[in-house]
């Protein structure tokens, strides 16, 4: 299988012209995944240009590969959103990851109630600036051509505000719907919630539901919030044809 890598000169290439990785992709791909002179490659953008060609040249400050096959991707239908809630030790951080490599379009951290980790101050940008640097090396290994998105972190009260417009899912294990039960082929995004450690409160059930979500369940168990969110995209790419 082809290494896999990100530059936003996809864009742009053309068959026969060449990509230059430049930066921390050159010096990932000549020192780290040491590709040589006659290796195939893939490259995106991130946003659905998808190039393929044979490494030139490979050294760490610059990697030339010359171009042989160029093609756009469609973006998948319908946008699929994970809101992750913040979760103590690594736990969000592997829901983040193993979403990536099934397929969501955009992760969105959420403060819930119950989140015992915080993002405060510099943490902050530094916990976004985390997922982001996940997320891209997730969609590299899955060999994805679109980048998810990593969204600023939300609260309760703006998660309320988003329902209004898309089909939300809250993930609870005592709902009484099951989530293949759920119809949205039609919506143009669903927005799966998943909570932290301890599940999501019952105001914040309250408060979504009342703003237009719906709460569905996945089995019979309680997953982890490390499992619930990628159980839930691998169900619905079952469903919808994507596998």
């Known amino acids: 299988m082809a290494l896999h890598f990100v530059a936003d000169q996809a864009s742009a290439a053309i068959v026969g012209g060449t990509i230059e990785l430049t930066g921390a ?16 490659v893939t490259i995106t953008d991130g946003r659905g240009a998808w190039a393929e060609g044979a490494v030139e040249s490979a050294q760490p400050q610059s990697v030339i590969v010359r171009v042989d ?16 809630a913040l979760a103590k030790g690594d736990r969000d951080e592997m829901a983040v990851q193993a979403a990536t490599e099934l397929g969501v379009d955009e992760v969105v ?12 101050g510099r943490k902050l940008d530094k916990g976004r600036e985390r997922w982001a640097s996940i997320v891209r090396e997730a969609a590299k290994q899955a060999h994805r051509a679109w980048l998810p998105e990593v969204a600023a972190p939300v609260t309760t009260g703006q998660l309320a505000q988003r329902a209004a417009g898309a089909v939300m899912v ?15 082929t039609d919506a143009a995004e669903v927005i799966l919630v998943v909570g932290p450690e301890g599940g999501i409160a019952p105001d914040e059930i309250e408060r979504l539901e009342a703003a237009g979500a719906v709460s569905a369940r996945l089995g019979d168990t309680v997953l982890r919030t490390s499992t619930a969110g990628p159980a839930a995209l691998a169900v619905l790419n079952a469903r919808w044809g994507r596998w």
């Open 170 to 184: 809250l993930l609870n294990p005592w709902a009484d719907t099951a989530l293949t039960a759920l119809d949205a």
């Open 69 to 84: 096959a160029r093609t756009d991707v469609p973006a998948a239908q319908p946008r699929l959103v994970l809101v992750q």
């Open 109 to 120: 951290p959420w403060q819930a109630s119950r989140s015992v980790s915080r993002w405060e």
């Open 25 to 40: 992709e050159a010096h990932h791909a000549a020192t780290v995944r040491r590709v040589r002179e006659g290796e195939r």
